[in-house]
């Protein structure tokens, strides 16, 4: 079956401008994450989703990050006013159910480069 | 806290050379879980594989085997006869809870070069 989808695979953008990430989890999944991966580092959480709702968003870095879900779908992650520091890959998972013994399957990531 | 610790950062072997890639792991949780996800050039994490903390069997796969050691909180993965294609970045990865949101706690990575 299809994977987890992204878009754009790509993004560059002026520093001050907003932007939005797509992720198209595995159909059936409830459980949605937003990792960011700097180069040369590991992965970092932002926020995860279970159905709709984000039980934990600690990890999204300031207010002018944001994410959504709808449908128990589609998650977009929008980062207002980006900076500099903002360029990374950011990564989609999604899992069967949001618990610790359930594997994440990553999506190709969006590479964001701020300039 | 949770903390994964992969002190290698690079491996650079020759092809058919055995490679080992080290995790050490810090959990407060009795029950847990561990992964190992493959990172290649093309940039998407692949599953590799998940182990729960109740089975200190090792586990093999074709040329790939994992060390679980609870009494050193390890889980090293080793590669035999290592190809070219295992060239990667590999990451090892604990859940930050085991049954509540279970974001992945991620070792900052061993970049393996495997040349021919």
């Known amino acids: 079956g299809a994977g987890v989808s992204q878009s754009p695979s790509n993004k560059v953008t002026e520093k001050g401008k907003d932007v939005e990430l797509r992720c198209d989890p595995i159909?059936?999944?409830?459980?949605l994450y937003w990792y960011r991966q700097r180069l040369g580092q590991g992965l970092e959480f932002l926020i995860y989703?279970?159905?709709?709702?984000?039980?934990?968003k600690s990890g999204l870095p300031s207010d002018r990050f944001s994410a959504e879900r709808t449908g128990e779908s589609v998650s977009t992650l929008t980062i207002q006013r980006t900076q500099q520091e903002d360029s990374a890959v950011y990564l989609c998972?999604?899992?069967?159910?949001?618990?610790?013994?359930?594997?994440?399957?990553f999506g190709p990531g969006t590479r964001l480069t701020v300039t | 806290a949770q903390k994964v610790t992969q002190a290698q950062t690079e491996i650079s072997v020759v092809e058919k050379e055995d490679v080992t890639l080290d995790c050490v792991y810090e959990?407060?949780?009795?029950?847990?879980?561990l992964f190992w996800y493959k990172q290649p050039p093309s940039g998407e994490l692949v599953f590799l594989i998940r182990?729960?903390?109740?089975?200190?069997q090792n586990e093999i796969s074709g040329r790939y085997s994992w060390n679980f050691q609870k009494s050193t909180s390890s889980f090293n993965f080793t590669i035999t006869a290592s190809q070219v294609v295992d060239s990667a970045v590999y990451f090892c990865?604990?859940?930050?809870?085991?049954?509540?949101?279970?974001?992945?706690?991620f070792g900052q990575g061993t970049e393996l070069s495997v040349k021919p």
């Open positions: 998972a999604s899992s069967l159910v949001p618990d610790g013994p359930y594997e994440q399957y």
């Open positions: 159909s059936g999944h409830t459980a």
């Open positions: 989703f279970q159905g709709n709702s984000a039980p934990d």
């Open positions: 959990t407060r949780d009795t029950t847990y879980y």
């Open positions: 182990r729960n903390s109740f089975d200190e």
């Open positions: 990865a604990l859940p930050s809870n085991y049954n509540q949101g279970g974001k992945l706690i």
